[in-house]
């Protein structure tokens, strides 16, 4: 069992940035995958980002070079750096790790990030 708990959302102005964190605990960190998705109002949840236990990236299209997600296995921690924020990125950001050897999934509460002037 794994249990995720995100921080950091917020309210932010086009152009800004906030850095979300997930904290991990329960299991052993380095055996899961962990990621960033998102659920705007009115669509379906959508992947944003993932990293895996030795740190390859994977990025949505919409965010390429402008969020980052990282990972500190010794803190059971991982991150989205938002940077160049728009107001389609509007949603509720939810942490996601993936278990590599059992396939099990778990998900944190969720943390609301809006993008506005």
């Known amino acids: 069992q794994v249990q995720l708990v995100e921080s950091g959302g917020g309210l932010v102005q086009p152009g800004g940035s906030l850095r979300l964190s997930c904290t991990a605990s329960?299991?052993?960190?380095?055996?899961?995958?962990m990621g960033w998705y998102r659920r705007a109002p009115g669509k379906e949840r959508e992947l944003v980002a993932l990293?895996?236990?030795?740190?390859?990236?994977n990025y949505a299209d919409s965010v390429k070079g402008r969020f980052t997600i990282s990972r500190y296995n010794a803190k059971n921690i991982a991150y989205l750096q938002m940077d160049s924020l728009k107001p389609e990125d509007t949603a509720v950001y939810y942490c996601?790790?993936?278990?590599?050897?059992?396939?099990?999934?778990?998900w944190g509460q969720g943390t609301q990030v809006t993008v506005s002037s």
């Open positions: 329960g299991s052993i960190f380095s055996n899961y995958v």
């Open positions: 990293v895996s236990s030795g740190g390859t990236t």
């Open positions: 996601n790790a993936h278990g590599t050897y059992t396939g099990l999934t778990y």
